[in-house]
Structure formats: structure tokens, C-alpha cells
């Protein structure tokens, strides 16, 4: 979104109940919540430069991270199963070490069979 657009949508807002004190806040995903939609205060604007130059930064009051489109349906689905998020994480981990140690038996049992 280009700034211009941003600051025009802001005004429209204000213009409708001005002197509402309106907060910036940045929406982000938390499955399983109830009530007002999760989201983290913006505490400062920064104006990016080098590598960021044209670009607004937001900066917000707790880090937020970037999930993969796997880690949004696993979460989806760990949450629709009743599942918790960690718990899914822990279970992932737990299935590639089994995918790992399956594979070295094999390796192994390959090794003693052209030993024999």
C-alpha cells in the first residue's frame, strides 16, 4: 500500500468520529482466540533507508513473525483437533527424528548385508 493511499484512508476514518483518540494497531494471527481480533500496538514509524529506502517500517510493542502457509494450516488443523500449537511442534520434531533414525537402520542393515 502506497502511503499516500494509507494517510487518505486514515483521514476518512478520523473524519467520521474525530477526536476519538484512535490507536494503530497491526492485526496478527492467533487461532483459537475469542473476543476482539489479536493484534499489537504500533509504537513507532520508522522511514527505512539502504536496502529499505521507499519503505515505512512499523514498529509494534511485541515481536510478531512470519509463518509459512504450511505452519497457518498446520496451526488450522492442530487447533480444529484440539491441539495446541506446541504440541504440533513437538510432534513434528519427534516424527522427522523417526524419519531420520528409520533411514539409518536402513543404511545399517544394508551395511551388514554386503558384509555378509
Keep these: 500500500m502506497e502511503l499516500e493511499k494509507a494517510i ?3 483521514a476518512g476514518v478520523n473524519a467520521g468520529q474525530p477526536g476519538r483518540g484512535w490507536k494503530l494497531f497491526v ?3 492467533n487461532p483459537g482466540t475469542a473476543g476482539g481480533t489479536p493484534c499489537v500496538e504500533v509504537t513507532q514509524l520508522i522511514t527505512g533507508f539502504d536496502w529499505d529506502n521507499w519503505k515505512i517500517l512499523i514498529d509494534t510493542d511485541a515481536p510478531l513473525t ?3 502457509p504450511e505452519d497457518v ?3 488450522h ?3 480444529k483437533d484440539g491441539q495446541s500449537w506446541h ?3 513437538s510432534y513434528k520434531k519427534q516424527a522427522d527424528r523417526i524419519m531420520l ?3 539409518e537402520i536402513l543404511t545399517l542393515k544394508s ?3 554386503s558384509n555378509l
Design 8 to 10: 487518505n484512508q486514515l
Design 27 to 29: 492485526k496478527v494471527f
Design 66 to 68: 512470519k509463518l509459512t
Design 73 to 75: 494450516a498446520a496451526i
Design 77 to 79: 488443523k492442530s487447533a
Design 87 to 89: 504440541a504440533f511442534q
Design 101 to 103: 533414525l528409520e533411514a
Design 111 to 113: 551395511a551388514q548385508g
